[in-house]
Nanobody, 116 residues
Framework: QVQLVESGGGLVPPGGSLRLSCAASGSISRSSAMGWYRQAPGKQRELVAVITSGGMTNYGDSVKGRFTISRDNAKNTVYLQMNSLKPEDTAVYYC??????????WGQGTQVTVSS
């Protein structure tokens, strides 16, 4: 069982930046991919960004050009740098480890609130 712990969330004004971290108890280099998802109140959970073991990245349309996902295999940590934040980015952000086609793990989530 892999444990994922997110950190770095908080309250930030519009236009501000935050960096989220996701620390894994196991080796992220052995996973297929790592991703960030978010869920706003009353909405479905949606993809924010994903990075494969080979370093390929993919982003949700609403965050392209503003968010950057990266990984540090030595630290078993994945990051999400969020710039130019908007009120509509407010959500609980979840880290996901895609271990295989049938196995994945989720973190507990971290709240991001964008408000003046």
């Amino acid at each position: 069982q892999v444990q994922l712990v997110e950190s770095g969330g908080g309250l930030v004004p519009p236009g501000g930046s935050l960096r989220l971290s996701c620390a894994a108890s196991g080796s992220i280099s052995r996973s297929s991919a790592m991703g960030w998802y978010r869920q706003a109140p009353g909405k479905q959970r949606e993809l924010v960004a994903v990075i494969t073991s080979g370093g390929m990245t993919n982003y949700g349309d609403s965050v392209k050009g503003r968010f950057t996902i990266s990984r540090d295999n030595a630290k078993n940590t994945v990051y999400l740098q969020m710039n130019s934040l908007k009120p509509e980015d407010t959500a609980v952000y979840y880290c996901k480890m895609i271990w295989s086609s049938i196995t994945s793990y989720w973190g507990q989530g971290t709240q991001v609130t964008v408000s003046s």
